[in-house]
């Protein structure tokens, strides 16, 4: 239960509030605070699942909008609009629209003056957007001429069989 006004909400139900955002800070912070269900990243999986247009079964969330699916028996990355941006393992940055700021005058269209610390001789911003829906998937601030890299690339295998007990539903 929730409050002592409220009827009892299942486990999936509570889960997907906390995707869609819907949870009270009291909500939030009893949820935070309880031992985690052992069914909660399945729970996550279905929450997330019912937030995308498209099919292809969701195998791990990389982030907000970002997502490892399977398609076809294999694992790819795909953004919530739908984008496909390689393999798993891949550098699906490199499929991204770029958006690169590089001079005083780029940062200031995204930092007012009086909290521009950023010195662009030193570094760019790079903000990967996804390329059907142009939502900002990440940002990366690196000296110039750094390659383009992703933050991690995690063991599926491993998660799925040592971590959740169970196959991983493609071959990799």
Known sequence: MTDDDRSP????????A????????EELLGLMRAPKEESRFAETLVALQ???????QILLP????????????KAIVKTKAGAE????????????????????????????????????????IREFLCPVSGTLLDV????????VEVDFTPDLATF???WLGRDLPVAL
């Open 9 to 16: 909400v299942s486990s999936q139900e509570t889960t997907t």
């Open 18 to 25: 906390l995707v869609q955002r819907k949870l009270s800070w």
């Open 50 to 56: 019912q937030l995308v247009d498209w099919d292809e």
């Open 62 to 73: 990389l982030g907000e909008n970002l997502f490892i699916v399977a398609k076809d028996g």
């Open 85 to 124: 941006l390689g393999p798993w393992n891949g550098n699906w940055k490199m499929h991204c629209r770029v958006i690169v700021r590089r001079t005083r005058e780029d940062f200031l269209r995204i930092y007012p003056e009086e909290h521009l610390t950023i010195d662009p001789d030193l570094v760019e």
């Open 140 to 147: 990366d601030c690196v000296p110039p001429t750094f390659p």
């Open 160 to 162: 799925y069989t040592e």
